[in-house]
């Protein structure tokens, strides 16, 4: 999986992940950490939490980003919870992220967005990646005049949401990712994510954005590097 790309960031979702993470690092040079806790899952204790802080200052220059970090859209649905107190956590790391001068990686879907912005814009953090972002048409323009950037996943060739997505965001403020092991449907039905899928991501960015699939590649691709510093 590896041999198909130049560089995988693998995102952490609490402190065991972060250890796996950088110990994956350490032995494939391609794949670059960032370290975080996923917000789809119950809060740290506060003995875990202030942990988590002070083992990532610790490997600060193992990683090339904080995340994945954000609010917890789907976990809401399924049963109440202590929706402040994720805000308070998720303002810890955008501190953190600006202390160590890192990007974010950040888990904020529809009307999640609106406080996450807040928050970046209240620490003046600009670095900021939306992963699959979803969202309504105030929260993109207000994404795009912060020259945030989001990251489009193999969905895209199937979902029209997305699709309208790519047409209004400015291809100079995008990614792709597969947000691995995460499966897709359509053509991926059933198959194991995998970089190559973004192939097919980056097709439909083309096609969307009348360029041909090397030339939107290849803005992409310096995105990436120098968002991420790679």
């Known amino acids: 999986m590896l041999e198909e790309a130049e560089h995988v960031i693998a995102v952490s979702m609490n402190l065991p992940s972060c250890e796996k993470t950088l110990k994956l ?16 899952q119950p809060l740290p204790s506060n003995a875990e939490e202030e942990a988590l802080f002070d083992w990532i200052r610790q490997h600060a220059h193992d990683m090339v980003a904080i995340g994945e970090v954000g609010l917890p859209y789907y976990l809401r649905q399924e049963k109440a919870i202590d929706d402040r107190a994720y805000e308070v956590l998720l303002e810890r790391f955008i501190v953190l992220a600006k202390e160590l ?5 950040l888990h904020a879907v529809y009307e999640d967005a609106a406080i996450v912005c807040d928050l970046l814009e209240k620490h003046h953090v600009k670095k900021a990646h939306f992963h699959w972002f979803k969202g309504d048409e105030e929260e ?22 997305i699709q309208d997505l790519i047409k209004k965001y400015p291809i100079e403020l995008m990614m792709v990712e597969t ?3 995460w499966p897709f449907e359509g053509s991926f039905n059933n198959r194991q994510t995998s970089p190559w899928m973004m192939d097919h991501s980056m097709e439909v960015i083309a096609s969307v954005k009348g360029l041909t699939t090397e030339e939107a590649a290849r803005i992409i691709t310096r995105n990436t590097t ?4 790679l």
């Open 226 to 229: 120098i968002f991420y510093n």
């Open 179 to 181: 947000d691995g092991p």
């Open 25 to 40: 690092s350490k032995a494939y040079s391609k794949v670059k950490a960032a370290f975080g806790f996923h917000p789809e």
């Open 140 to 161: 993109i323009e207000r994404m795009i005049h912060n020259g945030y950037f989001i990251s489009v996943t193999p969905d895209c060739t199937y979902e029209t949401e």
């Open 101 to 105: 001068n890192k990007p974010i990686v």
